[in-house]
């Protein structure tokens, strides 16, 4: 060779005298012919894969969340759903998110069951103690669950957690 060759896009090197290039890692971006060192990393609502050129080509979606320099999607984890590629956020009270990937912060068929309350960011109902009792759909609160008439506590509870 006469004359070095410049690393193409996706590619950098940051040592002189080689022949090779270097892969752009996963998490970054390398968008001109030529660097010496990664362009940057890729921004927050983005991920970029192995040698990735354009940092805007891959948008993290509803249901998925991505920080910046992510190489892949992430999932949303349970409790929390991820409307904006950015954002994760708690279920909302009264409902509970037991997947992943949750896209609402009020799933449809999530919303707390009669017996059980459900606080904000919840992955399963929590059941009303024994002696209380909850006839409500939606509960987000200890609160909600009420006291059962004196005398009827085991037939209250049974109704409430199994109707």
Known sequence: MTAPAACLKGWYQDLTGQEDCKACPAGSYCDRQGLIAVSATCPAGFYCPLNQVN???????????????????????????????TLTTDCLAGYYCDEFQTKQPNPAGKTCPRGNYCAAGSINPTQCPVGKYNNKLGSSSLAECLDCPQGKKEFIFKITNFV
């Open 55 to 85: 940092k805007h080509e891959f948008m993290c979606l509803a249901g998925y969340t991505c920080a910046a320099g992510s190489s892949t999607a992430t999932p949303c984890p349970k409790g929390k759903y991820c409307h904006l590629s």
